[in-house]
């Protein structure tokens, strides 16, 4: 089988070019995201390998069946970016990685909880400037809060962990119970009740029609006043309108972002010469008590090489004819 890479980093590179290897496959590196007009840099190939940069709507779909794709075998868990139906419709198969590490974004939803907890981020800019004053830094302590986490698969229940090591009370929710939660005591409630009773909310579930824009107004209104929010799932789950406002009014008090509904014009790149060209984002950017990240949660050494492997383990599985995670 001959691979087209899009989107390929500099920094994963050296992991796909040793699972390449180990699994024996041709490989063409695109540096380029895939769009309809990068779709001709694949000919040639049997699959194409995408990230959550490439678009992958139906035009795009049509035109790498047109040029004989029959897999699209994603980087990543996440496939919110594919248009399914257009892969069906286009006899195109996609496979994800879905657990290449799931303690990887867990970890950093953590770091982003105790980051804002304790006022990391001003503390270092305090530093910075030679101000070892503890104005500014005053923090609260995690032991004993309640913290809902909103999607309780291989993410939230890894996060579930964690937190649970720090002494706090858990509750969950999701449409199917996660045994490994309920054993670490985990209460599973609405999201009503979630939002109401939880002092920490996390976000890790899909992004899907009925988890798009889950927190918007009302389901702000229902929260405590001064909770802190932390989404590492997809943007999209929140209405970022209503996440500033709330923010603005104290009702929010902390946010930690990994991830932006915006974010496909931002992250992933260096703006250091032109800068940034979002006035929602700006205005986050220059709040104290937002934390954000660009995406990166995923973005450690072991989850690189478990991606790489599992792409590569899915293409052979395409081949051979014994299919693993196939999302459609
Ligand atoms: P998963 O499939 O194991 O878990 C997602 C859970 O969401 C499932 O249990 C599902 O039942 C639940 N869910 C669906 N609809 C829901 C709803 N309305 N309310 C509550 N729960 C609902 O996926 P995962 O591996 O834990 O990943 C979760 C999400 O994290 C991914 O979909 C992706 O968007 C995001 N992610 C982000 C990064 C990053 O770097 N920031 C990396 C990987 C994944």
Redesign the pocket.
Known sequence: MKVAIYSTAEYEKPFLERASADFAQQVVYISEPLTEASVPLSKSCDVICCFIRDTLNAPVLELLSQQGIKLVALR?????HVDLDAAKKFDITVVNA?????S??AE?AALLILALARKFVIAQHQIEKNNFSLDNLLGIGLKGLTVGI?????????LAHIMNGFGCKLLG????K?PECEKLGLKYVT?DEIFSQSDIIS??????D??CG?INKHAIEKMKDGVMLIN???GA?VDTVAVKEALESGKIRYFGM??YENEKAIFFKDHSKEGIHDEMFEQLRKMPNVVITG?????TEE?LTNIANTTFENIQKFASGNMQNQVS
Do not use: E, K, M
């Open positions: 990543s868990a996440g496939y919110d879905p657990t290449y590490s799931p990887a974004v950093h909103i999607g309780t698969g291989n993410i939230g229940a890894a929710c999701d449409l199917v996660n999201h976000l890790h579930c899909v992004l899907n009925s988890t889950l590492t799932s997809r789950v990994d991830v995406h990166q949660a995923f973005f989850a």
